[in-house]
């Protein structure tokens, strides 16, 4: 379990990428290092050299060529010895005139020094290299891994010979071998330290994670009020309990509307079935009743149970437009006459209550959409307006377009619906106004406070809005706005 957990597999990333930035650390410091060491050495070697040179020139300019020069090559050579470098100086035909004393000068005694004698000297290879290249070539002899080989030509008394400086690697070599051990020890150091570090590093990082998700499996819909704990970090692991605590909110503000939705609905569909009980009960269990009686009843029971089909319709309806089921049969029509065809429809009902229903239209408006799903947004929208209207009081509608936006407005003088009631209005099941009569029903709503939830649903399928703009003492105003290309619309409405 421990081998598939994120702490792991990021403490393994963590040590790869340190394995691997240690590695090439490594290796350019070690190159670095074997280039320097390797450097020094040859310099060292190319000084002695042209030191010896100048050192024969010298002498043999203040002789005057009064001896010969292969006398004074040993005269010189014996002054340069030296615990690990041999010299000797050879002629064109790579024959060596002179070298440098065996049994050099012991500078420490612990340390075995260099010999070489003539017959293993590179005279060749040295002439060689000074002739084609840097003079510089690398030889093997016994005993010894690497040996670095110098030669240089100059002229004493017109004739020509090499000075050649042989130098042993292995001091150099031992340097280089005591670095490689110490980062072939300390890169493994290093990654033990670093995997331990980071897994105790990542397990601390990603506790809160282990806290957020212990607390999370206690989480049910049952105690949806519980909540992660919010750190005081402003990290990614805050900003992932404030994520969760939002769809925590969610849920709790779904489920609580669902738990309403269906309280709500029981109890909407309770009263029509009582009635319906009530009344089939008493005619069946009353003998010899008067036809008249039973008339009423009848009446009683088919006007509940259209009631009862209004309300199922509607939830159907609902039920669709929420599982996205709910699909608009587009066509073009003139908005503002499916407007006023509307508005007519409703002045008898107007006149009963003895209000002017006006209308303000302006021609030619026309959209796409679902004309017969927008007209029952109207008709709702004229029918709370009558409905709560008051006797004597003006219902106008008004139909207009703004920046491709057509608007139909709806305001009527009457009660007001307060500032609590304007933000829940649109909720289901919802009537602002509480002592409402099941009886106040029409043949376009069910009266159990779904009809502005069931037209606000209709209005943004088609990408528009339906808010409430205005309710001031003794009068309420409904806008519907819908895009005239189905652009969705902002739902903020304009005053």
């Keep these: 379990m421990i081998f598939t957990s994120i702490r792991f597999r990021l403490t393994v990333w963590y040590a790869a990428a340190l394995a691997l930035a240690l590695a090439v650390f490594g290796g350019i410091f070690y190159f670095a290092i074997d280039r320097t060491v390797r450097g020094l050495a040859d310099d060292s070697i190319e000084d002695s050299a042209n030191a010896l040179i100048t050192t024969i020139q010298s002498k043999t300019r203040l002789q005057g060529g009064a001896r010969p020069a292969k006398d004074v090559f040993p005269e010189v050579l014996e002054d340069f010895r030296f615990q690990f470098i041999v010299f000797a100086v050879v002629d064109e035909s790579a024959n060596v005139v002179s070298i440098s004393p065996q049994g050099q000068r012991i500078e420490d005694p612990s340390v075995t020094p260099f010999d070489m004698d003539r017959e293993h000297f590179p ?43 042989v130098r042993p690697l292995r ?58 704990p919010r750190r005081s970090e402003d990290d990614e692991l805050s900003n992932l309990a404030n994520a969760f605590n939002g769809v925590l909110d969610r849920l709790e503000e779904a489920f609580g509307q669902q738990k309403r939705f269906m309280a709500d609905a029981s109890h909407e569909l309770r009263t029509p079935l009582s009635i319906i009980r009530g009344e089939s009960d008493v005619s069946l269990q009353v003998p010899d009743r008067d036809p008249e009686e039973y008339r009423e009843s009848l009446e009683i029971i088919g006007q509940e149970a259209r009631r009862l089909s209004r309300i199922v319709d509607d939830l159907f309806i609902l039920a669709r437009a929420d599982s996205g089921a709910l699909k608009l049969e587009e066509n073009k029509f003139f ?32 959209i796409v959409g679902d004309e017969s799903l927008v007209r029952r947004v109207i008709a709702n929208l004229l029918d709370n307006a009558v409905k709560y209207s008051e006797p004597g009081s003006r219902i106008l509608l008004e139909c207009s377009e703004s920046d491709g936006i057509c608007q139909v407005d709806v305001s009527n003088t009457g009660s007001e619906i307060t500032g609590e009631d304007s933000e829940k209005v649109f909720e289901r099941f919802y009537r602002a106004d509480k002592v409402r009569s099941h009886n106040e029903t029409d043949s376009r709503g069910s009266g159990a406070g779904l009809g502005l939830s069931i037209a606000r649903s209709i209005a943004e ?35």
């Design 123 to 165: 005279a060749n290879q040295a002439i060689e290299a000074a002739s084609e290249g840097s003079g510089f070539l690398t030889i093997q002899v016994p005993g010894e891994p690497e040996v670095r080989v110098f030669g240089k030509s100059f002229e004493v008394l017109k004739k020509k010979y090499y000075a050649v400086a």
């Design 461 to 495: 399928l088609h990408g528009g809005a339906l808010d409430l703009v205005a309710s001031a003492p003794r009068s309420t105003h409904f806008r519907l706005a819908l895009p005239k290309n189905h652009a969705k619309i902002d739902r903020r409405p304009n005053n």
């Design 171 to 228: 001091t150099q070599l031992e340097l280089l071998s005591y670095l490689r051990l110490m980062i072939a020890a300390a890169v493994p150091f290093a990654l033990l330290l670093a995997f331990g570090g980071g897994f105790y590093l990542a397990g601390r990082s990603l506790r809160p994670v282990g806290e957020m998700a212990e607390k999370a499996s206690e989480i049910s819909s049952s105690n949806l009020a519980e909540r992660l």
């Design 335 to 366: 908005l503002d006459e499916a407007a006023s065809e509307c508005a007519r429809s409703f002045r008898t009902l107007a006149e009963r209550k003895n209000a002017r229903l006006e209308i303000e239209a302006k021609q030619g408006l026309q």
